[in-house]
């Protein structure tokens, strides 16, 4: 006899549990799992612009990363096998919360994935929990997420093009639909379904495999006939480091700041739509500046010329001068994996 995706949702005790009427989806899986997968946090133009583009990239092997910035502490930590333990990421998928989450990942004593949590700050701890030997999507895979006392059952699928997975409420009513493709380690787009309408995110890399463009849009209804552009980020590189930034024009609207997401980078500033960033001879930002907003960066560096304080002033424009309003700081900490010589 064979059974459906439904019949599985309720003939496996081990997932058993008071549901909840679910809203919403709260992240999409197979975008985190392609990081664990690739092992590599590299910035991208969707992060915040409080977070400095070389904040996880410190020259040596580290083995923590800990940045303390705008009131959030963020982490990229390995074990000894440099797989990632936790690590920020944007949650992925269209029509979701902009900014970092924090993701931490467990493993099993054969490398197998047993779970991961994703805390996002203000909307609460969410945590998928895998089924035996998981190690990534195959043919189905049924993944529990819970959180704020809401229960969701996930059914994983894997294609030649991409992952798929299927969102079902605590009572097994399907919720949203989401589909990943995937191409040679790189996610290159995410659609959501759900009753609200279908939302679509792509993404474009530049020659050393950052994210040099992204794109959201929607379409309001299942009969709509096109899609609509939502928002847009891009970035251009020179030498692995972004130099021109143009930031997602939905997140940098004149009514939006800095202070809207938590974040106290250019408290009292509304965020620049587009930035040039400008680097030393060392590697270090010491500039970013576009659309009447300067912010000019200084550093306290340790004994391996890394840079553990961050200051950064904010200068606005007024009588027709640049003149400084705010001042922040952000602190980085780094364990290495090798001692000093």
């Keep these: 006899m064979k059974f459906g995706p439904f019949a599985v949702l309720f003939l496996l005790p081990s997932f058993a549990g008071v549901p909840v009427m679910a809203e919403g989806v709260p992240f999409v899986i197979a975008p985190l799992l392609e990081t664990i997968r690739g092992g590599e946090i590299l910035w991208n133009p969707l992060w915040p612009r409080e977070i400095p583009p070389d904040a996880f990239t410190p020259r040596g092997g580290a083995s923590l990363v800990t940045l303390r910035s705008g009131g959030r502490e963020y982490r990229v930590r390995r074990d000894e096998e440099n797989r990632l333990l936790e690590f920020p990421r944007p949650l992925g998928g269209p029509g979701l919360s902009a900014g970092l989450a924090m993701v931490t990942v467990e493993y099993g004593g054969e490398g197998e994935i047993l779970r991961l949590a994703a805390d996002s700050g203000g909307e609460g701890l969410w945590t998928a929990e895998f089924p035996p030997g998981f190690f990534g999507p195959g043919p189905e895979s049924l993944v529990r997420v819970s959180g704020n006392g809401v229960f969701y059952f996930v059914i994983l699928k894997d294609s030649a093009d991409g992952v798929s997975e299927t969102w079902y409420d605590g009572e097994g009513r399907a919720l949203a639909y989401a589909k990943t493709a995937v191409r040679e380690g790189r996610v290159l787009s995410v659609e959501m ?149």
């Design 193 to 341: 379904r759900d009753e609200t309408g279908t939302s679509l995110e792509t993404y474009r890399f530049e020659s050393g495999g950052r994210v040099s463009f992204a794109e959201k849009r929607r379409a309001e209804g299942s009969g709509a006939g096109g899609f609509a552009v939502t928002g847009a980020s891009s970035a251009v590189y020179y030498r692995d480091r972004p130099v021109y930034w143009e930031l997602d024009s939905g997140d940098a609207a004149p009514s939006e700041t800095a202070g809207d997401t938590g974040d106290t980078g250019a408290a009292g500033t509304d965020a620049p739509a587009r930035l040039s960033l400008q680097w030393d001879e060392n590697g270090f930002l010491v500039r970013m500046h576009g659309d009447g907003a300067d912010f000019r960066c200084d550093y306290v560096t340790d004994e391996r010329g890394n840079w553990r304080i961050r200051g950064e002033t904010v200068w606005e424009e007024a009588f027709g001068l640049l003149v400084p309003v705010s001042r922040t700081e952000t602190v980085r900490d780094i364990v290495y994996t090798e001692p000093s010589r």
